[in-house]
């Protein structure tokens, strides 16, 4: 994870992933993230790596790690 902002009733998560090339890549990972409970929206950018995220309230990062693997990808620790 990089990056978390609240607004009441949402919360914005930016991780980075490694292993996003293409379109579908970015498909792939915003329809398992999509799955967790509670997320509004996601957008993955595969020349960035990054995958915005927005949730009702902050995500589990095991459960968003575990999508991200399920869909062949690795979730980037912070450094």
């Known amino acids: 994870m990089t990056a978390q902002t609240g607004t009441p009733g949402s919360v914005t998560t930016v991780y980075q992933v490694s292993g996003m090339s293409c379109g579908h890549c970015e498909g792939s990972i915003s329809s398992e993230i999509s799955e967790i ?43």
Request: proline share 2%; net charge negative.
């Open 37 to 79: 409970s509670g997320v509004s929206s996601v957008k993955a950018v595969a020349s960035t790596g990054e995958v915005t995220v927005v949730s009702e309230t902050a995500l589990d990062e095991s459960a968003v790690r575990a999508a991200v693997d399920e869909a062949g990808f690795e979730l980037v620790d912070p450094a």
